[in-house]
């Protein structure tokens, strides 16, 4: 069964420090992976994706993401972290057949202190 | 463009009563969901559609239908709302050239209370 996991509930950084989130994934074939954002009572925001090619992802707002596939992970990382980074972070796989159905993890919060 | 657009932004209801989310995108896009979002849970697919006339069932569709009669629009309604309906959900949408690798954008929500 597929399925996706983030083993941390909430991350804790100070500004300026690097962060990462962390992320894990269950897929039979090829994994497609997306990571979103959610800022307080606000939908959620696309970051970026990895659907093949170079293992290491460019995203929005400085974020990047490490495709591992030894260790079935996507990593969310920023060199430096900001307070207004400080939101709700999903990591996705897509199941479907030909289409886009999203499995999410549960969400990690990532608290960033001044 | 106004992206996806979903309506109401809150709602309560009691028990049995019924309700349709509203859920709109002007991007042309042939793919919609709809998704619930519950503490600690992520999101889970409720119900799909690829297209105008073609819906399908996600992980979590009991006590929800759906239809789809234009590309723009893609209604949920809860037929009897029960106290474990109350959630918060979204609707995505997205092309679907790039099939799974084609990103969704989703809309601002709808928070739901069944009392």
């Known amino acids: 069964a597929q399925s996706v996991a983030q083993p941390e509930d909430q991350v804790n950084v100070a500004e300026g420090n690097p962060l990462t989130v962390k992320c894990t994934y269950s897929?039979?074939?090829?994994?497609?992976l997306f990571w979103y954002v959610q800022y307080p009572n606000r939908g959620l925001q696309f970051l970026l994706k990895y659907i093949t090619g170079d293992n290491l992802v460019k995203g929005s707002y400085g974020f990047e993401a490490e495709f591992n596939k030894s260790q079935t992970s996507f990593h969310l990382k920023k060199p430096s972290a900001l307070v207004s980074d400080s939101a709700l972070y999903f990591c996705?796989?897509?199941?479907?057949?030909?289409?886009?159905?999203?499995?999410f993890g549960k969400g990690t919060k990532l608290s960033v202190k001044p | 463009n106004a992206g996806v657009t979903q309506t109401p932004k809150f709602q309560v209801l009691k028990t049995g009563q019924s309700m349709t989310l509203q859920c709109a995108q002007d991007m042309n896009h042939e793919y919609m969901s709809w998704y619930r979002q519950d503490p600690g849970m992520g999101l889970r697919l409720i119900h799909y559609s690829v297209g105008a006339g073609i819906t399908d069932q996600g992980e979590v569709p009991n006590g929800y239908n759906v239809s789809r009669s234009t590309t723009e629009d893609f209604p949920l309604r809860l037929l009897s709302a029960a106290p474990s309906q109350t959630s918060v959900y979204f609707c995505?949408?997205?092309?679907?050239?790039?099939?799974?690798?084609?990103?969704?954008?989703f809309g601002p929500g709808t928070r739901l209370l069944v009392l």
């Open positions: 996705a796989v897509n199941y479907g057949g030909s289409q886009g159905n999203l499995i």
């Open positions: 995505a949408s997205s092309y679907l050239g790039q099939g799974r690798g084609e990103t969704q954008y």
């Open positions: 897929v039979s074939g090829n994994p497609y």
